[in-house]
C-alpha cells in the first residue's frame, strides 16, 4: 500500500519559515516525481515544486518551480527516510493554504494531478 504522510505545517507571521516534509512508503517504482501542491479556499490546486527521482531511494534529481514560489521555496529528497521536503523562506499571507504531496510516475508534466496523493498539512501566514 501506497503512503505518504505529510508533517510540518502550522501558523507562521509573515517573513518567516517552514519545513514541510514527505514520507513516502509502499513504492517499488523507478522514475518518479514528487511534487507539492497547494490549495486555498475557493481555489484550484496548484503545482508549486517538484522533483524527479529514479525510484525513491534513487539520488538527487531535476528541480521545478511555480513562479511565485521560485526563490524562496526549496524541494529536496533525503534518501536515507525516504522523505522529500519543502522549505519555505519569506512566506506571505498568500501562501496561506492546504499543501499536499504528490506522487506520480515518470513521465508526466508540470500540475498532472494523478498518482497518489498525501492528505495535507494547513499552513497559515499571519501578516
Known amino acids: 500500500e501506497v503512503q505518504l504522510v505529510e508533517s510540518g505545517g502550522g501558523l507562521v507571521q509573515a517573513g518567516g519559515s517552514l519545513r514541510l516534509s514527505c514520507e513516502v512508503s509502499?513504492?517499488?517504482?523507478?522514475?518518479?516525481?514528487i511534487g507539492w501542491f497547494r490549495q486555498a479556499p475557493g481555489t484550484g490546486r496548484e503545482e508549486l515544486a517538484c522533483?524527479?527521482?529514479?525510484?525513491?531511494?534513487?539520488?538527487?534529481?531535476?528541480?521545478y518551480y511555480a513562479g511565485s514560489v521560485k526563490g524562496r521555496f526549496t524541494i529536496s529528497n533525503d534518501n536515507a527516510k525516504n522523505t522529500v521536503n519543502l522549505q519555505m523562506n519569506s512566506l506571505k499571507p498568500e501562501d496561506t493554504a492546504v499543501y499536499y504531496c504528490?506522487?506520480?510516475?515518470?513521465?508526466?508534466?508540470?500540475?498532472?494531478?494523478?498518482?497518489?496523493w498525501g492528505q495535507g498539512t494547513q499552513v497559515t501566514v499571519s501578516s
Open positions: 509502499g513504492l517499488t517504482l523507478d522514475e518518479l516525481a
Open positions: 522533483i524527479s527521482l529514479r525510484g525513491i531511494s534513487g539520488g538527487d534529481g531535476a528541480t
Open positions: 504528490n506522487v506520480r510516475v515518470l513521465p508526466t508534466a508540470w500540475g498532472n494531478d494523478d498518482g497518489y
